[in-house]
C-alpha cells in the first residue's frame, strides 16, 4: 500500500515540478512524508517507467507516459518518430540515433516494443540488452540477424 501511494505521489510531483534528478525527487518526497532512499527512489524510478525530456527551467526533468503496461502509446510513437535521426545494425547491435537529449526517450520504446510484441502473442527475446545516452541507443541482441529484425520493427513504428 505504501509503495502505491508513493508512486502516486511521484507521478503528481513530476507532473507539478520539473524534478531533474533523483536526490530532488527523495527530497520532494521526503518533504510530502514519504521517508525514502536514494535506492527506493532509483527502483521507483524504474518501476514507473520514467524517463528524463527537455525541461523550461531545468535541462531534463522526469516524465511518465500514462498508459496501460503493454501498450505503446500514440504518444510515445509520436515522440519516437519526432526524435529519430536514424536506425542502423552493426553486427548483433541496433544503433538508433537520436536528437540531442532524446536517447532515453528511444530506450523506453525499445523497452515497451518488448510488451506490444507479447501483446501481439510474439515471442520477443531478441533484445538482451539496451543502454541509453543523450543521443544514442544502443540495443544488443543475440544475433545480426536478430538484429535486423528489431531494426525492421523499429523503422515501422518510426514510420507510422
Same mark, same amino acid.
Given at each position: 500500500?505504501?509503495?502505491?501511494?508513493?508512486?502516486?505521489?511521484?507521478? *503528481?510531483?513530476? *507532473?507539478?515540478?520539473?524534478?531533474?534528478?533523483?536526490?530532488?525527487?527523495?527530497?520532494?518526497?521526503?518533504?510530502?512524508?514519504f521517508a525514502v532512499t536514494?535506492?527506493?527512489?532509483?527502483?521507483?524510478?524504474? =518501476?514507473?517507467?520514467?524517463?528524463?525530456?527537455?525541461?523550461?527551467?531545468?535541462?531534463?526533468?522526469?516524465?511518465?507516459?500514462?498508459?496501460?503496461?503493454?501498450?505503446?502509446?500514440?504518444?510515445?510513437?509520436?515522440?519516437?518518430?519526432?526524435?529519430? =535521426?536514424?536506425?542502423?545494425?552493426?553486427?548483433?547491435?541496433?544503433?538508433?540515433?537520436?536528437?540531442?537529449?532524446?536517447?532515453?526517450?528511444?530506450?523506453?520504446?525499445?523497452?515497451?516494443?518488448?510488451?506490444?510484441?507479447?501483446?501481439?502473442k510474439l515471442e520477443y527475446?531478441?533484445?538482451?540488452?539496451?543502454?541509453?545516452g543523450d543521443d544514442t541507443?544502443?540495443?544488443?541482441?543475440?544475433?545480426?540477424?536478430?538484429?535486423?529484425?528489431?531494426? *525492421?520493427?523499429?523503422?515501422?513504428?518510426?514510420?507510422?
Amino acid at each position: 500500500m505504501l509503495r502505491n501511494a508513493r508512486h502516486n505521489k511521484i507521478l *503528481e510531483l513530476i *507532473e507539478e515540478k520539473e524534478i531533474e534528478t533523483q536526490e530532488e525527487l527523495c527530497k520532494e518526497l521526503s518533504d510530502a512524508h514519504f521517508a525514502v532512499t536514494q535506492a527506493t527512489v532509483s527502483r521507483d524510478v524504474r =518501476e514507473l517507467r520514467l524517463f528524463k525530456v527537455a525541461g523550461v527551467k531545468k535541462r531534463y526533468r522526469y516524465a511518465a507516459i500514462g498508459q496501460s503496461e503493454g501498450e505503446l502509446s500514440d504518444k510515445m510513437r509520436a515522440l519516437f518518430q519526432a526524435c529519430l =535521426e536514424s536506425i542502423r545494425t552493426v553486427g548483433n547491435i541496433v544503433v538508433v540515433k537520436t536528437l540531442n537529449g532524446n536517447g532515453a526517450n528511444a530506450g523506453v520504446v525499445i523497452d515497451r516494443l518488448a510488451y506490444e510484441e507479447v501483446v501481439d502473442k510474439l515471442e520477443y527475446h531478441e533484445v538482451v540488452g539496451s543502454i541509453a545516452g543523450d543521443d544514442t541507443v544502443f540495443s544488443i541482441c543475440n544475433t545480426p540477424e536478430e538484429a535486423e529484425l528489431i531494426k *525492421e520493427r523499429l523503422t515501422r513504428i518510426a514510420k507510422g
